[in-house]
């Protein structure tokens, strides 16, 4: 139960004075790569509220209701090294601190833990276009790719385009989350981004790029139950609205906040198994310094 906690917790995944405006016309590249020699400080928070309702009358024994909220925080220190001759660059994100409460219904569930990243260091690998090609470092029980996944989303993994003040482009939702359940399929979450220049600024920190988002995606799986002998369907819609301010100078994201609502049924096999509707809204702000 420990270890899909801690899988669950990693997947649950960021001026000074008034901003002078420059020219509107430019266009600017909005995907991100870290530079060489940098030292970044991040903060990342995560706020969940779901509510779970058992559709029809009344609820078999056994089965009931349930509020369910979350709220986590992590500090992470990242640190890049030199080009080095293939064009690639090392990014080392080192995990400071970890926090994370939760309740069901009013009830405050254990749920801080020894997380395996706490103190530890892992090094994602860009390449020139500033896509993530390698990972390494990353403790047992937690998949490479499902975390190369969140890193990308959660530092704002935008597509390679110059858009102008007023520009609108795409980018597609792809994210499969594997579940440590045996029989499970992955839950796969797909859909598109829509992303919108407002302004390209500059003040004390440089020039930077806000955008504004939205989310359009939903999930449709069948998961496995913890004893294998059993599924779970899911069908889940989630619309989101976010914004992102990326340093222009440096390609580091300053800001991340984005909020999604999330609507769906799930129902476990069985004839006697009731459906469930599932209700809740998701938080997401990523800072850097």
């Known amino acids: 139960m420990k270890r899909v906690t801690r899988i669950f917790v990693v997947a ?59 709220r986590m925080m992590a500090a992470m220190t990242q640190k890049t090294g030199a080009v080095k001759p293939d064009g690639t660059l090392d990014a080392g994100i080192t995990y400071d601190q970890f926090h994370i409460e939760m309740s069901i219904n009013g009830q405050t569930m254990p749920a801080d833990f020894n997380n395996p990243l706490t103190g530890k260091t892992v090094v994602f690998t860009y390449n020139q276009m500033g896509d993530i090609v390698r990972v390494q470092g990353m403790p047992d029980g937690l998949p490479e790719d499902m975390f190369r996944q969140l890193m990308g989303s959660m530092l704002g993994d935008l597509p390679a385009a110059a858009l102008a003040v007023g520009e609108t482009t795409t980018a597609p939702m792809d994210f499969t989350l594997p579940l440590p359940v045996p029989g499970a399929a992955a839950m796969k979450l797909t859909g598109e981004t829509r992303l919108t220049l407002v302004s390209v600024d500059k003040d004390a920190r440089g020039r930077s790029a806000t955008f504004t988002s939205t989310t359009a995606g939903g999930i449709v799986s069948d998961s496995g139950s913890p004893d294998g002998q059993g599924k779970t369907a899911f069908d889940l819609d989630l619309r989101g609205e976010g914004t992102y301010v990326i340093n222009l100078d440096t390609g580091i994201l300053r800001s991340n906040i984005v909020t999604s609502s999330v609507n769906g049924k799930m129902k476990a096999a069985g004839a006697a198994s009731p459906g469930m509707t599932m209700r809740g809204t998701v938080t997401l702000s990523m800072t850097s310094d």
């Open 12 to 70: 649950i995944a960021f001026l000074a004075g008034p901003p002078a405006v420059i020219a509107q016309s430019e266009k600017v590249s909005i995907r991100m790569a870290p530079h060489p020699g940098q030292t970044v400080r991040m903060t990342l928070a995560q706020e969940a509220d779901i509510d779970i309702s058992i559709d029809g009358a009344a609820a078999p024994p056994g089965v009931m209701a349930m509020k369910m909220a979350m």
